[in-house]
T-cell receptor
Framework: DSGVTQTPKHLITATGQRVTLRCSPRSGDLSVYWYQQSLDQGLQFLIQYYNGEERAKGNILERFSAQQFPDLHSELNLSSLELGDSALYFC???????????FGPGTRLTVT | KNEVEQSPQNLTAQEGEFITINCSYSVGISALHWLQQHPGGGIVSLFMLSSGKKKHGRLIATINIQEKHSSLHITASHPRDSAVYICAVSTPNYGGSQGNLIFGKGTKLSVKP
């Protein structure tokens, strides 16, 4: 158990819908990262937050957004869902920007 | 060309064999990570290294910064080592911040009893 929690574990929804994925980092970790793992693209970095502020953006679609709250938990919002958004979404956390990342168990999103 | 390349893509070994997985990268990095992903999907960080060599149990990771190459070795392999092993790099210039990872495509290891 990495200490990073993600909810829900599984999510099945229809095209066009909006979902919110939640991540709670390890106690004391200030940085949160979101990653997407799809069968064709592999693991890709989406976005990073550090102590409530967005620090870097990767291959994140405009339909996706995220935020980190004062209690350091983070949410990833996915809207106007398409079939191609079906993937495993991982959250990871680290103590600072330069420390090892610890991964949550992931949320498996299926868009039908 | 991918910025992080792993070889082999697939590897089948007999229990007890010594295993090596290789990773080459083409960008400047602040650190290199080895991750393990089990069939259930969960990802575990095995090593984070920026120079030299690290050992944890039967696992050894090495990195050669000049050659932009890293290896993950598993000694006395066991069926429970069966998983996908992923090499990833933190690059200081990616997105303007350190810590974000660029991933290789992974090596699927199967260890037979």
């Amino acid at each position: 158990d990495s200490g990073v929690t993600q909810t829900p574990k599984h999510l099945i929804t229809a095209t066009g819908q909006r979902v919110t994925l939640r991540c709670s980092p390890r106690s004391g970790d200030l940085s949160v990262y979101w990653y997407q793992q799809s069968l064709d693209q592999g693991l890709q970095f989406l976005i990073q937050y550090y102590n409530g502020e967005e620090r870097a953006k990767g291959n994140i679609l405009e339909r996706f957004s995220a935020q980190q709250f004062p209690d350091l938990h983070s949410e990833l919002n996915l809207s106007s869902l398409e079939l191609g958004d079906s993937a495993l979404y991982f959250c990871a956390s680290s103590q600072t920007l330069h420390h090892e990342q610890y991964f949550g168990p992931g949320t498996r999103l299926t868009v039908t | 060309k991918n910025e992080v390349e792993q070889s082999p893509q697939n590897l089948t070994a007999q229990e007890g064999e010594f295993i090596t997985i290789n990773c080459s990268y083409s960008v400047g990095i602040s650190a290199l990570h080895w991750l393990q992903q089990h069939p259930g999907g969960g990802i575990v960080s095995l090593f984070m290294l920026s120079s030299g060599k690290k050992k944890h149990g039967r696992l050894i990771a090495t990195i050669n910064i000049q050659e932009k190459h890293s290896s993950l070795h598993i000694t006395a392999s066991h069926p429970r080592d069966s998983a996908v092993y992923i090499c990833a790099v933190s690059t200081p210039n990616y997105g303007g911040s350190q810590g974000n990872l660029i991933f290789g495509k992974g090596t699927k290891l199967s260890v037979k009893p």
